[in-house]
C-alpha cells in the first residue's frame, strides 16, 4: 500500500500539470482570438472574391466580345482597331486594379490589426497611440472614400454592356418565343453601331433574323454575357467592401481619438489631486511649524 501511494501522487501532479497546461494553451488561444480584428478580416475576404469576379470575368468576357465583334459585326480589322485598342487598355487596367486591390487589402487588414492591439493596449493603460499612428488611420479613411467612388463609377460603368448583351438576348429570345407573332424575322435587327462600338462605316454592322439568332446560340455570346453579370456582381461586392472599410475606419479613428481624449482628461485629474495633495502638505507643515 505503502508503495502505491507515491505512484498515485506522481500521477495526480502529471494531471495537474497537464490540465494547467491545457488551460494556458485555452487563455492563450483566446487572447489571440481577442486581437483578430473581425470586421476588417470580412470586408478583406469581401474585397478579394469581388475583385478576382470583376478582374477575371471582366477580362474574359472583354475578349470574349471583341470575338464576337470581329466574327459577325465588322469583317475588316481597320474598322474595329479602336475597339481593340481599347479593349487591351481596359485589360491592362484590370491588371493593375488586382494587383493594386490585393495589396490595398492586406494593409487594411494589417491597419485593422494595429488599431484592435492598440486600442486595447489604450484601455489597459499600457500604450499610447501617436499622432502620426492616428493620421495614418485619417489617410487610408480618406483614400478608401476616394477609391469607393471611383469603384462605384467602375460599377455604373459594367451596368453599360450587361444592359447591351441583356437587349440582344430579349430580342432572340422574342424571336424563339412561339407566342411572339412575327411574320418578317429578317426585320428584327441588332445594330451594334449605334452604341459606338464600331463606326457606321463597319460591314455589315448588324445582324437580323436567323443571323442574329445564330449570333445568340454562340459560345462567345453566352460566356460573355454571363461573365459581365458575374463582373457587375464583382463591383457591388468590391463597392460593399470598401464601404465596410471605410465605416470600420472611422471608427477607429473615433475610438482612438476617445481613448486619447480619456487619457489626457486622467492626466490633467491626476496633476491636479497631486498639485492639491501637496497643497494640503505644506499646509499642515505650516500649521505644525507655527503651533511648534
Known amino acids: 500500500m505503502d508503495g502505491t501511494k507515491p505512484a498515485m501522487d506522481s500521477n495526480a501532479e502529471e494531471t495537474q500539470d497537464e490540465g494547467q497546461e491545457s488551460k494556458g494553451c ?36 472583354l475578349t470574349g466580345t471583341l470575338t464576337m465583334v470581329e466574327n459577325h459585326f465588322s469583317r475588316i480589322t481597320s474598322d ?19 494587383s493594386f486591390f490585393f495589396v490595398y487589402a492586406i494593409i487594411l487588414l494589417g491597419e485593422g490589426f494595429y488599431t484592435t492591439s492598440a486600442i486595447k493596449k489604450e484601455l489597459q493603460s499600457d500604450f499610447k497611440t501617436t499622432v502620426c499612428g492616428r493620421c495614418i488611420t485619417a489617410f487610408f479613411m480618406f483614400l478608401t472614400y476616394i477609391l469607393a467612388l ?48 464600331i463606326p457606321w462605316n463597319a460591314t455589315p454592322g448588324k445582324a437580323c433574323g436567323a443571323t442574329l439568332g445564330d449570333i445568340c446560340n454562340t459560345s462567345e455570346f453566352y ?28 471608427a477607429n479613428w473615433a475610438y482612438l481619438k476617445n481613448v486619447v481624449s480619456t487619457h489626457d482628461y486622467q492626466d490633467i485629474k491626476t496633476k ?19 503651533y511648534s
Not at 474595329?80 to 488586382?98: D, E, K, R, S
Not at 437587349?167 to 428584327?188: E, F, L, Y
Open 26 to 61: 485555452f487563455e492563450c488561444c483566446i487572447k489571440c482570438l481577442g486581437g483578430v480584428p473581425y470586421a476588417s478580416l470580412v470586408a478583406t475576404i469581401l474585397c478579394f472574391s469581388g475583385v478576382a469576379l470583376f478582374c477575371g470575368c471582366g477580362h474574359v468576357a
Open 80 to 98: 474595329h482597331a479602336n475597339l481593340t485598342m481599347v479593349i487591351q487598355i481596359f485589360q491592362y487596367i484590370i491588371y493593375g486594379i488586382a
Open 150 to 197: 471611383a469603384f462605384l463609377a467602375i460599377f455604373g460603368f459594367t451596368a453599360i454592356p450587361v444592359f447591351l448583351f441583356f437587349n440582344m438576348w430579349n430580342t432572340c429570345a422574342a424571336m424563339r418565343s412561339p407566342d411572339s407573332n412575327i411574320t418578317s424575322p429578317d426585320s428584327i435587327c441588332v445594330d451594334v453601331r449605334q452604341y459606338g462600338i
Open 223 to 250: 460566356l460573355s454575357y454571363h461573365l459581365y453579370i458575374v463582373a457587375f456582381a464583382g463591383a457591388g461586392a468590391t463597392v460593399i467592401a470598401l464601404l465596410h472599410y471605410l465605416m470600420i475606419l472611422s
Open 272 to 290: 491636479d489631486d497631486q498639485d492639491l495633495e501637496a497643497e494640503a502638505r505644506s499646509k499642515e507643515g505650516q500649521n505644525s511649524s507655527s
